[in-house]
Nanobody, 126 residues
């Protein structure tokens, strides 16, 4: 398993931007597909974005396409989620997650990921 630590959450006005970071403990970070999920109060955890282990492939939920960008820096063992044009409905706790090594899938769900961070809260005011 990989130890993951998110940071960068906070309170922002609608239309604003935030960048979330997720630092991973594994020296083999570059082997893992990484994902971001979010969970709003009273709702199920939902997929936001994923990036393949080599960074060549990215996936996004329809609700964030064109507004959020996932990226990774394998030299820094870090994955990022740049969030722009934020909306009140983006308010949630955001979680970073890692798959098993060299794992890929056509679509991603919580069950595809083996390791999870503790989450960072994002609140968007209207």
């Amino acid at each position: 398993q990989v130890l993951l630590q998110e940071s960068g959450g906070g309170l922002v006005q609608a239309g604003g931007s935030l960048r979330l970071s997720c630092a991973a403990s594994a020296r083999t970070f570059s082997y893992y597909t990484m994902g971001w999920f979010r969970q709003a109060p009273g709702k199920e955890r939902e997929f936001v974005a994923a990036i393949s282990w080599n960074g060549y492939s990215t996936h996004y939920a329809d609700s964030v396409k064109g507004r959020f960008t996932i990226s990774r820096d394998n030299a820094q063992n870090t994955v990022y989620l740049q969030m722009s044009s934020l909306r009140p409905e983006d308010t949630a706790t955001y979680y970073c997650a890692a798959t098993s090594p060299y794992y890929s899938a056509p679509d991603y769900y919580t069950t595809d990921f083996d390791s999870w961070g503790q989450g960072t809260q994002v609140a968007v005011s209207s």
